[in-house]
């Protein structure tokens, strides 16, 4: 396996609009719509918004996924956000119609991070070296 193995991720939501608010809001960015591949849920009336992403940049690119048949919500897997601070991340997570799990909390040598839960019920986690 490579070094930073992750090189894609997909958050499933059950209401497109109220998620992408809430990922907009607390990362203060733009979500773009991606077509769905023919192949790849299309038929099922998939609809994709894609994170701000660059192909020459290190990191795995990822979106938000509405597909009919697949829940959101906990199941094992857990992506963190890179941050400058996950504090001022953390601190849009409520007003946005999220919830704090984990307040920011030290893990060493390796950095801060914090968990919340999006308003599909999806936790994810945020990193900063601060």
């Known amino acids: 396996m490579k070094p ?15 998620a992408r608010k809430f990922y907009e809001t607390v990362f203060q960015c733009t979500l773009e719509s991606l ?9 099922d009336g998939a609809t994709m918004m894609a994170f701000p992403m660059s192909m020459e940049a290190t990191g795995a690119g990822g979106m938000l996924v509405q597909m009919k048949g697949v829940a959101s919500g906990g199941g094992g897997t857990l992506v963190y956000f890179g941050c400058e601070d996950c504090a001022a991340e953390q601190s849009r997570v409520e007003a ?30 945020l990193h900063s070296m601060q």
């Not at 077509?35 to 038929?43: H, I, T």
């Not at 999220?98 to 801060?112: E, L, P, T, V």
């Open 4 to 18: 930073n193995p992750i090189v894609w991720f997909e958050i499933y939501v059950q209401d497109m609009t109220r």
């Open 35 to 43: 077509p769905a591949p023919e192949n790849a849920g299309a038929s």
């Open 96 to 125: 946005a119609g999220g919830q704090i799990h984990r307040a920011k909390f030290s893990i060493g040598q390796y950095g801060q991070c914090a968990l919340v839960s999006d308003t599909e019920g999806n936790m994810i986690g």
